[in-house]
């Protein structure tokens, strides 16, 4: 992620973007023993903040990572960087390492967004072998996220989907998946994935469109030979964005289901800024 | 780890230890893309340095974290470290990130040793069920690594031993692990754990003291149910230390074997250092 702005967030004190930095000896950079959050500015407002400090003490919780931060400290903080910066649109990350004293960052980089035909058209995505280690919680175990999707890149594909020993596909690298077959919504069960922030205001959409949702995973298989309508993947960057192909198997445009999803999820960002 | 001396090498520059950092912003550290080295420093020289360079390389080359570093620079970096800083004893860690343009660090710390009264009655060990992402190479990829040493540190154990789905235990989370049972000693096979420098030592002092190697990883339920000897871990900090526990089952000193192993690896090491 490159650098917005000249600030970031150190422990709750506004420093100079620079010096936003980890010293290579620390023990818990070297393990990854950390938790992280990415949210969205818009318009100069924070996106769903308190559902990301949420998930974050959630992730911290599930590794016993200790800390004293609180929702309304990094709440201010998320605030104060935000006016220091006068930020008005930005992908925003706060980390927490952990240690024997806790460290939270707050950083902002320029937003990560995607061009309309993503939407539109689709994108590509293929199939990795692979499961995380943990996946309830949003730590800096990435590796295989990382190596999956730089293979995935390596093909012309956006995204990798991570396919567990049952042959499930479970989450992607960077998102969430869910298929579609007639007015039904399928998704891993909410204990074997990362409970994404996205992901739980999709859930909402799908009952709010009348479709119905159930939580078992589509298996690679079943997609392969056809049995469901749409895919789509869900991030905070990214929102519902359909696939037109996961390994041979193609889908064609329009994407009802996944533009309507994404439509409606986004209208509530915006009417939750104000 | 704490730092030792004045100063570290970074891409080659001798730089304030301070200095040796990493940007939060920076992807590859969020996602650990990154592999490493731990060597030791005695009586002023490196052991064993290109045998870890070799590894380094090996673990870069197998996540295709391309680099140019040769052999030949890390060497070079190793001496003016330690030159520099006038280092007698120490361990040292080489670390690599990957990037648009991989980055090398390497820092001294104070050296890692342990009492000699851990050799002489041994250690304890609990196991912990899970598999290492990638094991073959030495990444930073170490959260489970991290959670599963914290859970063997909070009930008085120095190492947790790692099982995997068939129940066999392919290494610890900082060392590698050996069984024996007469004149045999058994180790998971190469490709399933990572090929440890001072476990290729012991492979070479098992033969010379005339025990025959069967790489076949020990399972714990064997081991619970007494069928071995003796027990041991091994890693270049620890050379080759016996464990008095695992879980319930108990060994009891003198431990011959890993003794024997233990004083041979050290001779050579001090006879390389020549």
């Known amino acids: 992620m490159s650098v917005l702005g000249k600030h970031a967030i150190v422990n709750g004190n ?63 903080w998320l605030r104060l960087l935000v006016e220091a910066d006068g930020i008005e649109e930005a992908t925003v990350r706060i980390l927490m390492m952990g240690g024997p004293e806790a460290r939270l960052f707050i950083t902002a980089s320029p937003m990560l967004s995607y061009p309309q035909s993503f939407y539109l ?21 990435l590796l295989m996220n990382y190596l999956a999707l730089r293979e995935a890149g390596s093909v012309g594909a956006f995204e990798a989907l991570l396919i567990n020993k049952g042959g499930s596909i479970l989450e992607g690298t960077r998102s969430n998946a869910f298929a579609t077959e007639g007015d039904v919504v399928y998704t891993a069960a909410t204990e074997e994935v990362l409970e994404g ?7 909402k959409a799908v009952s709010e469109l009348g479709y119905r949702i159930v939580f078992e995973a589509p298996k690679l298989r079943e997609v392969l030979e056809g049995r469901f309508d749409e895919l789509f993947i869900s991030s905070t960057s990214m929102g519902a964005m359909p696939l037109r192909a996961l390994d041979g198997r193609e889908f064609n445009a329009p994407f009802t289901n996944a533009s309507a999803i994404h439509a409606l999820i986004r209208s509530w960002e915006l009417d939750a800024l104000h």
Do not use: M, W
């Open 14 to 76: 506004l420093v100079e973007a620079t010096e936003a930095t980890l010293p290579v000896y620390d023990r818990e950079l070297q393990h990854g023993f950390g938790v992280y959050e990415s949210l969205r500015i818009i318009r100069g407002k924070i996106v769903y903040p308190e559902d990301h400090i949420l998930r974050l003490f959630h992730s911290a919780n599930g590794l016993q990572l200790r800390h004293r931060f609180t929702t309304e400290q990094i709440l201010a």
């Open 121 to 141: 058209e689709g994108v590509k995505a293929v199939s990795y072998h692979g499961e995380r280690f943990l996946p309830q919680y949003k730590t800096c175990s």
């Open 197 to 203: 922030v996205t992901r739980d205001k999709i859930i």
